[in-house]
């Protein structure tokens, strides 16, 4: 049973425009949430993350938003850029086995079109 | 710059044979993570650890066992390979920052069990 879901496996944006990529959940015990970039042949490299008691994270061009009663939560990316073109993951934290797990989704490839 | 690296990019073996993933990071982090990346399914994490000589079952763990002897050093065991572990298997590592903590990958290791 998936707890991360990412439902669109797939996006492609114009090069300048927005990217919005979604993410929902199922356990509302998480309370940490990371967005990961992966490039092919190299490992996930960490983007922005958000706190459960916060709902919105800006970092330059990215921005994560969350929104607990939707168990949901979107990545914005502003202005996309061809470098941008990547899969990305999103992560959720999992803190009810008493230690720290991680569950990712199963990630969107974002192709940003020049 | 945190480093994580793995000892192999790319592996071959044969079904039934034991086959050994290193992981290294050169940042003294507490905790370190073995996944494995399958298409449509994401990242799924196999074994996990919190302290040398600790190590904990993560969602995938049958077939595979782990070691952590150093601190900075976390290996991933397939005692005896089989066709269905042919996968990307990712190390990543990281230390706890109260509420914030994030993930550092290797490159991964891209494994073909023939």
New interface residues.
Partial sequence: DQQ?K?NS?SLSVQEGRISILNCDYTNSMF??F?W?KKYP??????LI?I?SIKDKNEDGRFTVFLNKSAKHLSLHIVPSQPGDSAVY?C?A?DITSG?????????TRLKVLA | DVK?TQSS?YLVKRTGEKVFLECVQDMDHE?M?W?RQDP??????IY?S?DVKMK?K??IPEGYSVSREKKERFSLILESASTNQTSMY?C?SSV?RG??????????TRLLVL
């Fill in positions: 991360v990412q496996p309370d940490y990371l990961y042949a190299e490992g996930p490299t960490f993350s706190s993951f992560a934290r230690t720290y797990k991680y569950i990712f989704g199963t990630g | 994580v990019r905790n993570f996944y449509g399914l994401g990242l799924r994490l996990f919190y904990e993560g969602d990712l990543a706890s509420a914030k903590e994030t993930q550092y990958f290797g490159p991964g």
